[in-house]
Structure formats: structure tokens, C-alpha cells
């Protein structure tokens, strides 16, 4: 990440407090060994965030593709005229072939049906040589992320998908196992560079307290001060800044680069077109 303005990047992700999404933009980052020249596709951008750290930290061009409208709209607003926005499917891009030099897909497949149509759709649309940037939620997670579904498929019930208990597998069709997303990102015709797992130590139900709790409150404006968008703007008093640092200060235990060998929140897939 030489590239970058790295005291840049941490005043961006100071308001974060989803451990994993920290440790997700960084290898994203040094992934797609951005260029000036480089037109990056987001596939799945949702509300913008990748868009808004790539666009403040380089001059490539941008393209941010989502499906869900009202989440676009939102996104136009945080980027700007810095990334051309498309409303589209992931597994229908709407694009031509050999387009991009570069894509992120990132907390994208665990959502979609077809989602090696989706893999190979991003291959269609990359230029040969191109990068795409992966990552998802890891099947092998931590007890600690997300005690209650981690008790609950070992005892052979049904993952909670919606709600406050709802944990890592909130709106998901599934979460991979490491061999299950190599094998998958293969058949999509692409070549493994890089793969690593994100995340091991982290706060009690961490994903239940940001996800059920904190983001329902920061969409509605009332935790703007935890708003990831926000990290300009410091308050005089701000409630969650102890529970940030907390989650900082375990947050040092996990390997900046890979916790290998170890239950993680996160998997992340560096994959190549070949030339």
C-alpha cells in the first residue's frame, strides 16, 4: 500500500467499527494495485463506501453497479461526479466485454442465487490480465462474532437471518468455506493469486452490537458520529468512541495480513484473467 496516503486512509476508517470491513478496504486496496489509468468497476457498490475511500485516495476512473436504487441514490450523493453509478444486476452486467481492469466484489456472492454466474460475468466484462478483488463471509467464523448461529447450526438448527440476532448471516443465501470459494472463483475460469482469512479475535457478539444495534441508529441519523461517511466531522461528545476503541484495542491481536489457521470473520480471493 505504498501508494497510498495511509494517514489518509485511517482518518477515512476512524469512525468504522466493523473490524472486518477495516481489514476488507485495506486488502482490497492492495489488491487491485491501482494505476491512475485503471477503470475500476464496484460490483454491488451498495451505498458507496469503496467508491468514496478509492475516489479520495487515487485518479482512476470509477464504475459503481447496484441493483437496489434507493441505495444508489444514496451513493450519488456521498461520491459524487467522482464514479459514474449504474443501476444493474450482477449476473446481467450491463456492460461490454473486456471493459474493466479491475473489479471489486466484495459481501456480494453470499447474497445472490447464481452466484458463479455472477463470477463469470465479472470475467467477461475484465480485460485479459485484469484483477478482481473478492471477499465474503467465512462459514468457519468465530464463536465470539456470532455466538447464536454458531451454537445454533452446530446443534443442527437453521441460521437467523433477519433481526437483531440475526449475526453473520444476515440477508446471506450462505457463507463459504475457504476450499468452497478457491474451487468456485476456479470454475469461473480465473486464476487464485492470493487468499486470506480476516479477523479472528474480535468483541462478544461484535456483529449483533454493530449491525443489529449501530447501523439501524446511523441510518436513521441518530449515531451520526459512527456514520463511516461522517469521518470528517468529530462531535464534542461521542457515545461510542470507548466501544470503538475497545473493539481497536482487540482488533491488535488479529494479523494485519492473514489469521491463517484460524476461525475468521472474512475470506479474501485476489483472482486473475488470465492473458
Given at each position: 500500500?505504498?501508494?497510498?496516503?495511509?494517514?489518509?486512509?485511517?482518518?477515512?476508517?476512524?469512525?468504522?467499527?466493523?473490524?472486518?470491513?477495516?481489514?476488507?478496504?485495506?486488502?482490497?486496496?492492495?489488491?487491485?494495485?491501482?494505476?491512475?489509468?485503471?477503470?475500476?468497476?464496484?460490483?454491488?457498490?451498495?451505498?458507496?463506501?469503496?467508491?468514496?475511500?478509492?475516489?479520495?485516495?487515487?485518479?482512476?476512473?470509477?464504475?459503481?453497479?447496484?441493483?437496489?436504487?434507493?441505495?444508489?441514490g444514496r451513493?450519488?450523493?456521498?461520491?459524487?461526479?467522482?464514479?459514474?453509478?449504474?443501476?444493474?444486476?450482477?449476473?446481467?452486467?450491463?456492460?461490454?466485454?473486456?471493459?474493466?481492469?479491475?473489479?471489486?466484489?466484495?459481501?456480494?456472492?453470499?447474497?445472490?442465487?447464481?452466484?458463479?454466474?455472477?463470477?463469470?460475468?465479472?470475467?467477461?466484462?475484465?480485460?485479459?490480465?485484469?484483477?478482481?478483488?473478492?471477499?465474503?463471509?467465512?462459514?468457519?467464523?468465530?464463536?465470539?462474532?456470532?455466538?447464536?448461529?454458531?451454537?445454533?447450526?452446530?446443534?443442527?438448527?437453521?441460521?437467523?437471518?433477519?433481526?437483531?440476532?440475526?449475526?453473520?448471516?444476515?440477508?446471506?443465501?450462505?457463507?463459504?468455506?475457504?476450499?468452497?470459494?478457491?474451487?468456485?472463483?476456479?470454475?469461473?475460469?480465473?486464476?487464485?493469486?492470493?487468499?486470506?482469512?480476516?479477523?479472528?479475535?474480535c468483541f462478544?457478539?461484535?456483529?449483533?452490537?454493530?449491525?443489529?444495534?449501530?447501523?439501524?441508529?446511523?441510518?436513521?441519523?441518530?449515531?451520526?458520529?459512527?456514520?463511516?461517511?461522517?469521518y470528517n466531522?468529530?462531535?464534542?461528545?461521542?457515545?461510542?468512541?470507548?466501544?470503538?476503541?475497545?473493539?481497536?484495542?482487540?482488533?491488535?491481536?488479529?494479523?494485519?495480513?492473514?489469521?491463517?489457521?484460524?476461525?475468521?470473520?472474512?475470506?479474501?480471493?485476489?483472482?486473475?484473467?488470465?492473458?
Amino acid at each position: 500500500m505504498t501508494t497510498f496516503d495511509r494517514a489518509k486512509l485511517d482518518r477515512m476508517l476512524r469512525n468504522e467499527a466493523d473490524l472486518a470491513a477495516k481489514h476488507r478496504v485495506k486488502v482490497v486496496l492492495e489488491y487491485l494495485e491501482i494505476r491512475p489509468q485503471d477503470l475500476i468497476l464496484d460490483c454491488g457498490c451498495g451505498l458507496g463506501w469503496f467508491l468514496k475511500v478509492i475516489g479520495e485516495l487515487t485518479s482512476c476512473r470509477l464504475v459503481g453497479l447496484d441493483i437496489d436504487r434507493t441505495r444508489l441514490g444514496r451513493a450519488r450523493r456521498e461520491v459524487g461526479g467522482r464514479a459514474e453509478l449504474v443501476t444493474g444486476d450482477a449476473v446481467a452486467l450491463p456492460f461490454g466485454d473486456r471493459t474493466f481492469d479491475k473489479v471489486i466484489l466484495s459481501e456480494v456472492l453470499e447474497h445472490l442465487p447464481d452466484d458463479l454466474g455472477a463470477l463469470r460475468e465479472v470475467w467477461r466484462v475484465l480485460r485479459p490480465g485484469g484483477v478482481v478483488a473478492i471477499t465474503v463471509p467465512n462459514h468457519d467464523y468465530p464463536f465470539l462474532w456470532d455466538p447464536i448461529n454458531w451454537v445454533r447450526e452446530r446443534l443442527g438448527l437453521p441460521p437467523i437471518r433477519r433481526g437483531l440476532f440475526g449475526g453473520l448471516w444476515t440477508d446471506h443465501l450462505r457463507l463459504y468455506y475457504r476450499p468452497e470459494l478457491i474451487d468456485l472463483v476456479k470454475q469461473a475460469g480465473f486464476i487464485v493469486e492470493d487468499v486470506r482469512q480476516l479477523v479472528h479475535y474480535c468483541f462478544p457478539f461484535a456483529h449483533n452490537l454493530v449491525y443489529g444495534i449501530g447501523k439501524p441508529l446511523v441510518e436513521k441519523g441518530l449515531l451520526a458520529h459512527a456514520d463511516r461517511f461522517r469521518y470528517n466531522e468529530r462531535p464534542r461528545i461521542d457515545p461510542v468512541a470507548l466501544g470503538r476503541w475497545i473493539f481497536n484495542l482487540i482488533d491488535r491481536l488479529n494479523h494485519p495480513i492473514s489469521d491463517e489457521g484460524k476461525s475468521t470473520v472474512c475470506l479474501a480471493v485476489k483472482a486473475r484473467k488470465p492473458y
